[in-house]
């Protein structure tokens, strides 16, 4: 399979659409480039403002510019959204339930700036902020699709975004949908659930899963709150050994811990075994490394089907690297600062 891979696919589009929507501002954190809108400054200098380190102020007057009828866009490293700027975010913003967006990147192991870079816990903490939406991209056509996606939100919405070179796995004309699953392959032995960049790596174990005689029904999620697509508990009942969730996130109070919820709630009583960072920090270092180390790549994930599955398929290194689901990036790397 050939996938198309993009470059910076957000910068351009979040300029063409922006352009007829004079209510939308954006707000920066010393992190412009970084963060992708160093052209849509360029483009629309009365319509940006650089509010330099400080994050809680930052949020603060994203709050103050929501309440006199703009839509503030702020874009920085996820992790100072949350760690640094909490009681802003949950005060300010989602307690008067604001049109606010909050444009994250450099989620999980995407970056090898180690722990105070990575946002391992935003997922779950942003879970549990009320009246709090909560999107993740996954490819390039879900970055260009997600700002239709958070712009119809009454209220705030948490943004996992991608930048740099990635792939293009959804068709362009399949854009990204409110609470709603992609289904990706079809089976009825488990289900294989997984979110952001672990998608990627999902397909590829999935295929090679495939080729060995196993049946995988694989859903994509990008909604991670709301979390309510029936397709989800449908799945989960239609196979016989249960289901794998992948997530670029810890396992508590992530993607794992929100099919653990509607499984319970349920009563479906199906097995789950949850692919993520097992109650740990990463350290620092380059996106494939950590991967592999922390047991987040296609070879991770058919372990854990074989868990699962109570079987070993035989499947290695080899078999998933004859796999390739897209070309050789180019230089540019994705996960530098």
Not at 99 to 122: K, N, S
């Amino acid at each position: 399979m050939t996938v198309e891979t993009a470059v910076r696919p957000h910068v351009q589009n979040f300029i063409d659409w922006a352009r007829d929507k004079p209510e939308v501002v954006v707000l920066s954190a010393d992190l412009t480039n970084s963060s992708e809108v160093g052209r849509w400054r360029d483009t629309y200098p009365d319509r940006f403002f650089s509010m330099g380190m400080a994050e809680q102020n930052m949020l603060g007057f994203a709050a103050g510019l929501a309440r006199e009828g703009y839509t503030p866009f702020i874009h920085t490293f996820a992790v100072f959204i949350y760690r640094r700027a909490y009681d802003q975010l949950a005060m300010s913003i989602a307690y008067p339930n604001l049109r606010v967006r909050l444009i994250g990147f450099l989620p999980g192991i995407t970056t090898p700036g180690g722990v105070t870079h990575q946002a391992i816990e935003d997922v779950a903490i942003m879970r549990a902020t009320p009246n709090m939406t909560v999107l993740e991209t996954g490819d390039a056509t879900e970055v260009e699709t997600v700002l239709d996606v958070a712009q119809a939100v009454d209220g705030p919405v948490y943004v996992r975004m991608l930048r740099g070179v990635m792939p293009r796995l959804f068709p362009r004309g399949l854009p990204m949908r409110l609470d709603r699953v992609r289904v990706l392959s079809e089976g009825s032995e488990c289900a294989v659930i997984s979110a952001g960049i672990e998608t990627e790596e999902a397909l590829r174990a999935v295929r090679a899963l495939a080729a060995r005689g196993v049946g995988v029904r694989h859903l994509h999620v990008s909604t991670h709150k709301p979390f309510g697509d029936p397709e989800i508990l449908a799945s989960i009942a239609g196979v016989r050994a249960g289901v794998v969730t992948v997530e670029n996130h810890t396992i508590v109070g992530g993607l794992g811990s929100a099919v653990a919820e509607r499984i319970a709630e349920a009563g479906l009583g199906k097995r789950l075994i949850r692919v993520g960072l097992q109650d740990t920090y990463a350290h620092g270092a380059g996106r494939a490394y950590l991967a592999h180390e922390y047991g987040l790549d296609a070879l991770g994930v058919v372990r854990a089907v074989e868990r699962l599955l109570g079987r070993d398929t035989g499947i290695g290194e080899t078999d998933l690297a004859a796999v390739p689901l897209e070309p050789t990036r180019t230089a540019e790397r994705s996960d530098s600062l």
